[in-house]
């Protein structure tokens, strides 16, 4: 993610194959090699489900970095300095339903600021009248009484059925038959 060593065979002088270990530069350096090139623009990087990878091991001196901008530090594999730009954001999406998201420790999440995004009735509205799909506006009502019935059964909201279910370039009442069957219906009965 930020460097690493990528073995490589080369040729020798005199026509062997050697192994070389070269530190190559990942591809979060690269981006904010770029960022710090250009800091008048703004760069976003997303890790989605962040919380699925082992994050010290992935990160290693940027989590020292994240918390603390204004720093830098000399990288293990090729000695140079490094630091994360000011005009360079990340974004870290988590399933809070994921029972791995108790894996993630204490010293990330004070580096990360949180963000609840539940699932919302009005979201789906908005999308299907935006997309033609103003036929199909009860879907929006549908996800509300569902996610209102899981909350009278105890079930916190974080497990409630989200608008992305629904919200479909090919939405139609086949599509929508897939989705509730394939999909929502097996989340229910398993709660």
């Not at 008048?40 to 940027?62: K, S």
């Not at 630091?83 to 791995?100: F, H, K, Q, V």
């Not at 997309?131 to 009484?145: F, H």
Request: aromatic share 10%.
């Amino acid at each position: 993610f930020v460097e690493g060593i990528r073995p490589q065979s080369i040729e020798t002088k005199d026509g062997r194959r050697e192994l070389d270990y070269p530190v190559k530069k990942g591809v979060f350096r690269r981006f904010c090699e770029e960022a710090q090139d250009n800091p008048r623009r703004r760069y976003v990087l997303i890790l989605d489900e962040i919380n699925r990878g082992e994050l010290p091991r992935i990160f290693g001196e940027l989590l020292y970095l994240l918390e603390y901008r204004a720093e830098s530090v000399f990288l293990p594999y090729s000695g140079e300095q490094f630091a994360i730009p000011e005009n360079l954001y990340l974004i870290g999406t988590m399933n809070t339903a994921d029972r791995s998201i108790a894996l993630v420790d204490h010293a990330l999440r004070r580096r990360f600021h949180f963000v609840p995004l539940k699932p919302s009735p009005e979201v789906l509205r908005t999308y299907l009248e935006g997309n033609g799909y103003s036929e199909m506006l009860w879907l929006a009502d549908l996800l509300e009484l569902v996610n209102q019935r899981l909350t009278q059964d105890g079930i916190e909201w974080h497990l409630h059925i989200g608008h992305s279910h629904f919200m479909r370039a090919d939405m139609d009442e086949s599509a929508l038959r897939l989705v509730w069957e394939h999909s929502v219906l097996p989340t229910l009965e398993e709660y």
